[in-house]
């Protein structure tokens, strides 16, 4: 393997004739490391290019295509997103025609026979895995975004292709900048063979960072002067701070503000479709106009032929007329909740400059052509599926280098908009780590083990788990482990050696172990008193809570601001239980909305008055006027309502602060000095535990997990044993035809899905009867129900079905615990009657209803969305089923799916 930062070494001269005829074909000249990349890839050598987002590193991808077809051969682009196929599928053809390019994405098959073909990176791992012909002349593979093997569940298809693929097959990886991209680089030298890893961080086009404090745009970082830009930023944001408010400005005055900047256009990053489609509702509601007239004619006639198709019932249902109206306007939401037909227009303008905002979701970061002038971070924190989290370095940056057109813009903005506890240097730390790691997520699967067991046999399929990235991470991370225990321990033993010369000093009788003894306890009682403060804050929060989502209009409360408390009286109630926010006039005339946390602690009710029925409807209009009001009414008022501090106390603290006076160290007229050390000895012995803990799992792990999943695929005669041989020789194994079925059917809940075609629970439904079975296994919804909904399902037959479905799982999961497996996901019923009312003929409008009635909380883009999944299992189903039935109706069930809006969804 060799590294190459550009510019760093010498290019060949002259440079290999196909590379200079390959670059003489654009309007602009090539980058060093993309020639660098393009000679290596001439050369018969792989490479895996890091380079930051809007750098071109898909031109270096664009030459092994031109490679391939100069050379007679065959090259595969490969995507980790059906939408990233598309859009280089349509990218292709414009350069090479149609006759030379097909898209394969699973519900999308388009000239699979041309030489070039682009994919996503399962259908290429279907295709190793069933030894297609078409990869008999594969000479090139372009795995663009090939960082995406982190991605928890779909990230080991990668590994799969990259282990599998013929060693003759040059391989193009194409990633963002990473931490360690030399130890990636390394692991594909060892199992691919030569691999030039080459490293840019050069943006072509640079980028600014700046933060939004109030309506100012300030510089952060200033190269020119760092020091009074980091201040000014401190300055403002200290003012912001002082004057009590809680968050930047409102989204309307961002747009303003940056467009008098010559900000725009820009993509303004808002981490829920909820806040993007709310964002562009705000921009309507204040009226707000980017486009010149001309502007706005060619969007609306772009906007209506693109929806010409789609039934006019069903654009109701999807608000087309405010969308519409929106876009004319130069604005729009892009997020996955949306029709795929409609985020295909969003791109199509923003990408031609009509629009000039899109509101986001992180979505879009994910290798969508849609470069912009300017990026806003609204926030740098996002919803992970299970808590609030920052954003890491990586995400920054991701986001970011959306920012900069090349060819138009001299520099890229990220601006970030400043809020409570968003601290300067925090964001200037973001932009400056540019790099994050990669780290593997392969893992086997029970369709993995088959196919591996098939086609390799055991031997040679352990030999490939063995040379995993996964693996290799591994290998090294125990070195490094180890190497770090022993420090731990040197570092430990000098510092109990220390306690030890602090002991003989003092003269004392107690030991070291006393000591260390007595600082463990003031550790814990430490610990426990700082429980205990948190919990009596959470307890105190919550009071709070209580009472402010308990006020009703009219109610009079007295605020805990110390002596002589502030009067206020409610004048827009908020029953929102979790998150109350009430709106409140206090005396002096300030109104506006108040949260647990704008409190330290709980404030006192003192009576109720009369408002007059405007007062809720427009407070800050009204407010002198009910302040006047309420400071003429005749209510005790509380002489002192201090701000209390949290508690402190606890039984477990009361019985460890016990334990502590009654030691014998604690009556030491010299404790301080002996403790000192002693505290660093326990803080030493604690650090040790903790990493001793952490020690990553020995080199076994993976094939202990293969080994696992056979021996229970053996239990389900999925995998046998040939003629005498036992257990004790898993190299004897072998796929029944059960395990051949298992073998192609690709879906996270695989083996669920083949027991339930195996038992034939599915066999006698209706079209839409399996579709809406099948589901159960496919369907997930993004949060968790909420409130009353129904479980019934429209027919006996289905209810049997789905029934069934919830009993094989449970067999399933058992099993899975008993070999130490992890457990394979729970159905979920929630799309159940939405799909089988679609698939029986039903409009959009009802079939959303009836998601919403079963609790599933479902956009019009989940929508195609999950139907195109449901598509893709019916598919496998076809060819994979036990019983003609079920082929023939999971036959007739595709076409009854994919229509109107499902249709355009698969094909826009």
């Given amino acids: 393997m060799t590294s190459s930062e550009a510019g760093t070494a010498p290019l060949p001269d002259p440079l290999p004739e196909s590379v200079t005829a390959f670059a ?23 490479v895996l290019v890091c380079a930051p987002t809007g750098s071109g590193k898909t031109v270096v991808g664009e030459f092994a295509v031109h490679l391939a077809l100069e050379r007679g051969g065959a090259c595969f682009y ?50 190793v ?127 303003h503000r940056m467009g008098a900047a010559g900000m725009l256009p820009a993509i303004y990053f808002i981490f829920s479709r909820a806040g993007c489609d709310g964002a562009v509702r705000q921009l309507l509601v204040d009226r707000v106009r980017l486009t010149t007239d001309a502007d706005r004619d060619e969007i609306l006639r772009t906007v209506d032929e693109g929806v010409q198709d789609i039934p006019t019932d069903d654009l109701g249902v999807l608000g ?10 130069g604005y729009a939401a892009h997020h996955a909740g949306m029709l795929p037909a409609f985020r295909h227009i969003v791109e199509d303008l923003f990408t031609r400059g009509l629009l000039k905002v899109c509101f986001a979701t992180e979505t879009l970061a994910l290798g969508i052509n849609m470069p912009a002038r300017s990026v806003v971070l609204e926030k740098l924190v996002k919803y992970n599926g299970e808590a609030h989290v920052e954003l890491t370095p990586g995400q920054y940056t991701q986001l970011t280098g959306r920012a900069g057109r090349r060819g138009i813009d001299t520099q890229g903005n990220a601006v970030v908009l400043w809020s409570r506890g968003i601290e300067p240097h925090s964001v200037a730390h973001l932009a400056g780590t540019r ?100 919990d009596s804050g959470n307890q105190r929060e919550k009071e709070i809570s209580n009472l402010l989502s308990s006020l009703s209009v009219g109610d009079i ?22 998150h109350p926010r009430p709106w409140i006039v206090v005396e002096d005339g300030w109104c506006g909305p108040v949260a647990p946390e704008s409190f330290g602690n709980v404030p006192v009710p003192l009576g109720h008055m009369k408002l007059h029925k405007n007062a809720g409807r427009s407070p800050k209009r009204n407010a002198r006027a009910v302040a006047s009001n309420l400071r003429r009414q005749r209510v005790e008022r509380p002489k002192k309502l201090k701000m209390k501090a949290g508690g402190g106390s606890s039984r477990e603290a009361a019985v460890l602060r016990d334990k502590v006076h009654m030691h014998p160290v604690h009556s030491l007229r010299n404790r301080e000095d002996l403790v000192r050390p002693a505290e660093r000895v326990v803080a030493a012995r604690r650090t040790l535990d903790r990493e001793l803990e952490a020690v990553t799992p020995d080199s076994e792990t993976l094939s202990a997990t293969f080994d696992h999943i056979l021996d229970l695929l053996v239990e389900l005669d999925y995998v046998e044993y040939s003629g005498s041989v036992t257990a004790a020789d898993r190299e004897g194994l ?76 449970g067999e399933l999961v058992s099993d899975e615990g008993r070999h130490g497996l992890p457990l394979t996901r729970e159905p979920q019923t929630g799309f159940v009657t939405a799909l089988h009312q679609w698939t029986a003929g039903a409009p959009l409008d009802y079939c959303l209803q009836a998601a919403e009635a079963a609790g599933a909380q479902l956009t019009p883009g989940d929508f195609v969305r999950w139907c195109n999944r449901v598509i893709d299992l019916l598919e496998q189903i076809k060819h994979t089923g036990y019983a003609d039935s079920v082929k023939a109706t999971a036959r007739k069930a595709v076409p009854a799916i994919r229509r109107g809006v499902v249709e355009l969804g698969a094909t826009s």
């Avoid at 003489?24 to 792989?46: E, I, K, M, T, W």
């Avoid at 997103?81 to 098959?109: C, M, P, W």
């Avoid at 087309?320 to 306007?329: D, E, I, P, S, V």
């Fill in 24 to 46: 003489g074909d654009y309007g602009f000249p090539l980058d060093d490391f993309q020639l660098r990349a393009a000679c290596a890839v001439d050369a018969g050598r792989g």
């Fill in 78 to 127: 490969t995507t980790p997103i059906k939408a990233l196929s598309n859009q280089k599928f349509h990218d292709l053809v414009a350069r090479y025609g149609e006759d030379h390019v097909g898209l394969l994405t699973g519900d999308v098959s388009i000239n699979g026979d041309a030489p070039i073909v682009v994919m996503t990176t399962e259908v290429l791992r279907n295709m």
């Fill in 129 to 255: 895995y069933a030894g297609s012909d078409r990869l008999d002349n594969l000479t090139h593979v372009v795995m663009d975004e090939v960082h995406f093997l982190a991605d928890p569940s779909r990230g080991p298809v990668w590994e799969e292709v990259i282990l599998n693929l013929d060693p003759s097959v040059v391989l193009v990886s194409l990633s963002a900048t990473v931490s360690n991209a030399e130890e990636f680089g390394g692991w594909l030298t060892t199992v691919r063979g030569a691999t030039d890893l080459i490293i840019t961080t050069h943006r072509p086009v640079p980028l600014d960072q700046f933060m939004m404090v109030d309506k100012q745009i300030l510089p952060l970082n200033d190269p020119t002067h760092p020091e009074e830009a980091n201040r000014a930023v401190i300055a403002a944001a200290a003012r912001a701070e002082e004057t009590g408010r809680r968050t930047g400005p409102k989204r309307t005055d961002v747009v």
């Fill in 320 to 329: 087309f007329r405010q969308w519409r109206r929106a876009l004319g306007n």
């Fill in 435 to 534: 790099t994050y790691p990669l780290d593997s997520t392969f893992r086997p699967g029970y369709n993995m083990a088959v196919n591996l067991i098939a086609t390799k046999g055991y031997t040679d399929a352990q030999r490939i788990l063995d040379r995993s990235f996964a693996q290799y991470q591994t290998a090294t991370h125990v070195v490094e482990q180890a190497t770090q225990l022993t420090r731990r321990r040197r570092d430990l033993a000098g510092l109990e050696k220390d306690l030890a010369a602090e002991l003989r000093s003092q003269h004392t009788e107690h030991t070291a172990t006393d000591v260390i003894e007595y600082a463990g306890l003031r550790r814990d009682l430490a610990l426990a008193e700082r429980k205990a403060k948190r």
């Fill in 557 to 578: 409360i007295a605020l805990p601001t110390g002596n002589n408390p502030d009067i206020a009286v409610v004048v827009r109630s908020d029953s929102d239980h979790r």
């Fill in 734 to 809: 072998q796929v029944t035809a059960e395990g051949h079925r298992l073998s192609r059917i690709h879906h996270e809940s695989d083996l669920l899905v083949a027991q339930c075609l195996r038992r034939g629970i599915w066999d006698d439904l209706d079209p839409a009867e399996l579709a809406a079975a099948v589901s159960t296994v496919v369907f997930e919804n993004r949060r968790e129900a909420t409130g009353r909904h129904t479980t019934e399902v429209p027919t006996e037959a289905l209810a049997a079905a789905v029934t069934a479905v919830g009993r094989i799982h």
